[in-house]
């Protein structure tokens, strides 16, 4: 089985049955997960309410399990990623 140790590894899927081939011969590096949580200190951590629709849930969730995370895990990640390419882009147009 294939270990994934960078985000970039994973291509996007055309369809769940074309992610779900991915997912049966490859898996995520355990560092992956620790190493990309931007420095955040999980001890100091807000929480907050975040209204979404019912079925973007519900595909978050369904991604999420394929790849073996936790949903909220995983939508922290992904603002992480999304802060740092907003905060790149502006730094680059100042």
């Known amino acids: ?5 960078k985000w970039q590894d994973i291509p996007p899927f055309a369809c769940e049955h074309d992610e779900a081939k991915f997912w049966m011969l490859h898996r995520l590096d355990a560092k992956l997960m620790e190493s990309s949580l931007a420095g955040a200190d999980q001890s ?3 929480a907050i309410s975040l209204r979404l629709d019912p079925r973007m849930l519900a595909r978050i969730k369904r991604l999420a399990r394929s790849r073996y ?3 909220q895990s995983m939508i922290k990640q992904w603002l992480s990623e999304r802060l740092e390419q907003e905060l790149q882009g502006r730094a680059g147009r100042q």
């Open 69 to 71: 995370l936790n949903y």
């Open 44 to 46: 100091e951590s807000t």
């Open 1 to 5: 089985m294939d270990v994934v140790a």
